[in-house]
T-cell receptor
Framework: EPEVTQTPSHQVTQMGQEVILRCVPI?????FYWYRQILGQKVEFLVS????????KSEIFDDQFSVERPDGSNFTLKIRSTKLEDSAMYFC????????FGSGTRLTVV | KNEVEQSPQNLTAQEGEFITINCSYS?????LHWLQQHPGGGIVSLFM???GKKKHGRLIATINIQEKHSSLHITASHPRDSAVYIC???????????FGPGTSLSVIP
């Protein structure tokens, strides 16, 4: 069964550094999403992406965040200047005939 | 008020018990998802339903659209069922998913 794959599974970064989280959605899906889960809290929506543009974003998704689908297969989330409070699990998802989540990237900002 | 509520928040069961987790939501939806999250953190989709009932192995999910309520049942529970079970809804087929707070299930041998 097709999967959404995310890399890396765990990333540790220094505060102020830029990070790029990568996702490969299911190939025939057209809708892509990023979510995050701070430890001990519920999963929160960050952004949805369709037809090469952002279709919706949450209040969390401020100017330090950006998303891109650079080559038709990857879907990336960039955090420009990480803060301690960006430490969380980040999930990618894609939607088409069904909704599928990736296994997540645990980001630790130190 | 949260758009998706779950009960109970935590649940401990003996192996073999029948388990029910409840979900209620306050928005109009086109789909309701039941998801499983293990301690490692990854999210696995168990069910997506918009009406009626679905069954997969020992898991059964039901939804009552009029009452805005869904239940997830686990028959003959097993320690490997221990996980967080999350109810989530989407207003349209391709809309973002709104997550509930999760129910932490522990099944004791």
């Amino acid at each position: 069964e097709p999967e959404v794959t995310q890399t890396p599974s765990h990333q540790v970064t220094q505060m102020g550094q830029e990070v790029i989280l990568r996702c490969v959605p299911i190939s025939n899906h057209l809708y892509f999403y990023w979510y995050r889960q701070i430890l001990g809290q519920k999963v929160e929506f960050l952004v949805s992406f369709y037809n090469n543009e952002i279709s919706e974003k949450s209040e969390i998704f401020d100017d330090q965040f950006s998303v891109e689908r650079p080559d038709g297969s990857n879907f990336t989330l960039k955090i420009r200047s990480t803060k301690l409070e960006d430490s969380a699990m980040y999930f990618c998802a894609s939607g088409g005939s069904r909704y599928t989540f990736g296994s997540g990237t645990r980001l630790t900002v130190v | 008020k949260n758009e998706v509520e779950q009960s109970p928040q935590n649940l401990t069961a003996q192996e073999g018990e029948f388990i029910t987790i409840n979900c209620s939501y306050s928005v109009g939806i086109s789909a309701l998802h039941w998801l499983q999250q293990h301690p490692g953190g990854g999210i696995v989709s168990l069910f997506m339903l918009s009406s009626g009932k679905k069954k997969h192995g020992r898991l059964i999910a039901t939804i009552n659209i009029q009452e805005k309520h869904s239940s997830l049942h686990i028959t003959a529970s097993h320690p490997r069922d221990s996980a967080v079970y999350i109810c989530a809804v989407s207003k349209t087929s391709y809309d973002k998913v709104i997550f509930g707070p999760g129910t932490s299930l522990s099944v004791i041998p």
